[in-house]
């Protein structure tokens, strides 16, 4: 290839659990990788020492409270008979005068409640901040959209697909976890905060009912309540256009807070707009789901994360098929590479034991420490945006000799010159919650695009590699052509596609995915590695 070609980020999504070497994640973005939410348990782990210390000092507090408890009951069982033993007599003025006192001074519960701060205030600096709670959040709205999931049944723990009169399960995690009403709350008053009461009212919604049932109880940990969760609510219904619902779940709030004057103005407004304009009292109101930032091909992208598309099958396409591929290169001779054609135009192949569990192991361990939240290209800026999910790192092949030894597989398979300034070095990506990378093409599109002054010119190919398996979602969807590769469920396989004419936001390609690990998630979580060339 000339000298003005490039092979484009080698994307290789892999898995990677709580251990391994840790690296310092930027606060704020915990979420974008999931690498960063398994190192969020060792603080949580620290907490529950520290909590358990504490019930063990309150439990010890309480059952010497109970012991005199008893022992002053004890002395009034007998109400009538005077007190004229002169040890009783003594001991009534003391306790009154001194024993009750100190009981209800103790600085015993203070000293528990002290050492429970303190060990709060030592990992306070590990937490995941308020910017974390947002992204996790937006993340689960996406999942909710993308895989079109009700949100009741993701309170209760269910992943399912709810399509007209019909539900398809989608996801059954290994352990059942329900959501409690202040868990929903949150979600929806991010998404109100956002003003989007598209995916305000249903949480929302879910929270009220969740609320309500548990009426009277009290949680330590709950921020918000029924009154709370009604206020939004109700408020989000008006902006969205009704007024009718909006009145009723007022004057619901003043059932419980009857002397909120806020709350009674609402009412007296509600009123007046439903007198005036009668017919908003049985309309129905049909919210649009906000497309930020304006896909226009949103549909189809969310529809090939959810399917397969038009992708065939060999039994429908007979020059589909399988063989051993050496591409001509004598590295591939004595080791072939098992490819399955799996799709025409653009042309895409998967390509079965690309690289081994060893080597996707070393590369999560060297790229770990270097992860930082991923950015796009804006002009000359390297921007975060909502539409890139991710944490990534770049990895020279001076990192290890397992890299030059990929660098040389890959480059036999492809045919391509992969070293720099020919090609970029590997980047290695981790996706977050609800990870994703919504349509792009991986090529430069602005002539001022920094890709446009560098000697090697723009890119002209991707390789990807997953490097382990999801539980569910994660496929790379090709919009214009139609169809979607998914995560395969063997943990060293990978696809290849390449099609230099073909429109594919991601075009022109040549991609190698192995397996990605992770949760449901539009684009393969939650690991890629990444590397360029021509």
Known sequence: MGPGARLAALLALLALGAGGPAAAAERGDTFSALTSVARALAPERRLLATLRRYLRGEEARLRDLTRFYDKVLSLHKDVK???????????????????????????EATENIRALKDGYEKVEQDLPVFEDLEGAARALMRLQDVYMLNVKGLAQGVFQRVTGSSTTDLYSPRQLFSLTADDCFQVGKVAYDMGDYYHAIPWLE?????????YGEWKTEDEASLEDALDHLAFACFQAGNVSRALNLSREFLLYSPDNKRMARNVLKYERLLAVNAHQA??????????????????????????????????????????????????????????????LRPFVALYHDFVSDAEARKIRELAEPWL??????????????EYRISKSAWLKDTADPMLVALNQRIAALTGLDIQPPSAEHLQVVNYGIGGHYEPHFDHATSP?????????????????????????????????????????????????SMDRNSEDPAAPTLKNEALADGSLSEKPEPWVEGSTAS
């Open 372 to 385: 930082q939240r991923s950015v796009v290209a804006s002009g000359e800026k390297q921007l975060q945006v």
């Open 206 to 214: 879910e929270a009220v009912s969740l609320f309500r049932r548990s």
């Open 282 to 343: 049985v309309a129905e109101t049909v919210i649009q789901r906000p497309n930020v930032p304006h896909l226009q091909t949103r549909d189809t992208y969310e529809g090939l994360c959810q399917t397969l598309g038009s992708q065939p099958t060999h039994y429908q396409v007979p020059s589909l098929y399988c063989s051993y591929e050496t591409n001509s290169s004598p590295y591939l001779l004595l080791q072939p590479v098992r490819k399955e054609v799996i799709h």
């Open 448 to 496: 001022s695009s920094p890709l446009y002054t560098m000697k090697s010119g723009n890119r002209v190919a991707t390789l990807m590699i997953y490097l382990s398996s999801v539980e569910a979602g994660g496929a790379t969807a090709f919009i214009y052509g139609n169809f979607s590769v998914p995560v395969v469920k063997w943990p060293t396989s990978g696809y290849m």
């Open 81 to 107: 008979s005077p007190v004229v033993n002169p040890l009783l007599a003594f001991t009534l003025i003391k306790r009154l005068q001194s024993d009750w006192r100190n009981v209800v001074h103790s600085l």
